[in-house]
């Protein structure tokens, strides 16, 4: 099992304030090549549809000195898990959760803009203080 990410508490809890049920942690794709783990997998009632919205969630810190080679590790893994999604869960839709500091002094600057729209990557910006959601970029 990989390690988990310095802010993956902060967002279970952010989820949870925000009415999801964590119910993968983490959330195993498995493959006949091996698996994969993604941080978390969610559920929310959609009342007035009384369905079930499905999240899957892969908690980034972004604390290394280098913003741009873990944005390039992130959006790695954020390709790789929505494609197994696809094929093993296709109505879980995938997010990163970042920061809103790391969200504000880089994912809205030219290159993390430029990739987030090319790769339709979709963010949850976490408050880590207040351990909240902040943001939902879809």
Do not use: C
């Amino acid at each position: 099992m990989a390690a988990k990410d310095f802010y993956h508490e902060v967002v279970k809890t952010a989820l949870n304030k925000d009415g999801w049920t964590i119910t993968h942690d983490p959330l195993i794709l498995e493959l006949s090549s091996g698996r994969l783990e993604v941080d978390l997998g969610a559920e929310r009632l959609i009342a007035a549809q009384k369905d079930q919205m499905r999240i899957a969630v892969e908690v980034k810190s972004f604390l290394a000195p280098s913003t741009t080679s873990e944005f390039h590790t992130a959006l790695g893994q954020f390709l790789n898990y929505r494609v197994v999604l696809k094929v093993k869960e296709p109505g879980r839709v995938l997010f990163i959760a970042v920061p809103s500091k790391v969200y504000r002094n880089f994912f809205l600057e030219e290159l993390a803009q430029l990739s987030v729209k090319e790769y339709k990557v979709k963010l949850l910006v976490f408050d880590p203080d207040e351990e909240v959601v902040v943001q939902w970029n879809d």
